[in-house]
């Protein structure tokens, strides 16, 4: 370096040690000591600048001799002729500056939850205290806000007034732009049939909502098993981590219809294997209708009891006669695979009973018993069922 070049740089060292320093402004500096109850900063001026230990915006210890930072200066002169200097202050006016660009500029921010109060969370950004209505912690309902406390989340600035020093924050915000890019995403691509993974998010009495990767689709509750289910919270929990696949989807109106029961379980594959018609199964009654009693031979396989089928004697309402949950036996008079559907009665297996009891007591007939009387006494205790 030329001793012209030396010179130049000596000056202009000496007319930064000149300039004026103000209270509030901020500046930076080099940390040159460390005491227990303060720091000494030279900041490049004649004077050295003070950080009180109270005015530190971190863990002394995580400040270093030879460290540079961002300062405040809250008195520019002090009795003793010091400048009093505050890295705390000095954050906090950067950060204001921060949170005044991003939401100007719709910004993403990094924020920490530290509480829960009323009607939301407190969250701070670097030294500020922001608030988080619930409405806006996420895009849907949030039950247990304290669930959030010690996370650090991305929001944006939703509402910003720093003469009142008040900050709004949304994470509802961003989490509907992603969901938005990953719902775009997923249309793309989906077709009937696809399997995704997912997380049971909410239950209702008639399906289960599921998320597959930041979209919802709903599982019937008709599709979540294969037998019948009264409410989705006998097949799967909220939190659930389940397979689903794809039934069906309208892109116009972004909605998804997903099934939980695997197609190769379906019992009604195999029906034929295992039941033929004119056999006699056990069963329980599970749904009575105005025209019949639907009954339930396993798990997933249904069939019919037309009112016409339950007796031989006139039933005009089946809930006269049978109770939903009884046990019963009948017999299948049709399976319809293809259609999933069965044809069942209650009154022939009564008949052909009858009919055996009638071969059984054929000497009883010598001795004045006739088949009315049978027939008659069986109806009679069937209908005491």
Known sequence: MSEENSMNEYMDQVNDSMKEIFEGD???????????????????????????????????DSIQVGDVISVYV???????????????????????EELEKAFNEKEELQVKVTSVTKGGVVAFYKNIRCFIP???????????????????????????????????LSRKAIETEERDKLRKSLFQE?????????????????????????????????????????????VVSEGDEVEVYVMN????????????????????????TRYQVDDIVEGRIVRLTDFGAFVEIEKGIEGLVHVSEISSEHVTKPSDVLKTGEKIEVKILKIDDENKKLSLSIKEVE?????????????????????????????KDFFKK
């Open 190 to 234: 989906i077709k009937v049939g696809k399997k995704y993974k997912g997380t049971v998010i909410k239950l209702m009495n008639y399906g289960a909502f599921i998320d597959i990767g930041g979209v919802e689709g709903l599982a019937h509750i008709s599709d979540l098993a294969w037998n019948r289910v009264n409410h989705p919270s006998e």
């Open 249 to 272: 989807f309208d892109p116009e109106k972004e909605k998804i219809g997903l099934g939980l029961k695997k197609i190769e379980d379906d019992p009604w594959n195999s029906i034929t």
């Open 351 to 379: 008949g052909q009973q009858m009919a055996q009891d009638l071969d059984i007591n054929n000497d009883n007939q010598d001795e004045g018993t006739t088949l009315g009387d049978i027939v008659g006494d069986k109806f």
């Open 74 to 96: 809250l008195n520019p002169h002090d009795k003793e002729g010091n400048v009093i200097l505050s890295p705390k202050r000095a954050t906090e006016v950067v950060a204001w």
């Open 134 to 168: 619930g409405s806006l912690l996420s895009y849907r309902y949030v039950e247990n806000m304290k669930d959030y406390i010690d996370k650090e989340i991305i929001v944006k600035v939703e509402d910003f007034d720093k003469e009142k020093k008040r900050v709004v």
């Open 26 to 60: 901020v500046i930076e500096g080099t940390v040159i000591s460390k005491k227990e109850e303060e720091i000494i900063v030279n900041t490049g001026r004649f004077s050295d600048g003070i950080i009180p230990k109270e005015e530190l915006d971190t863990d002394q």
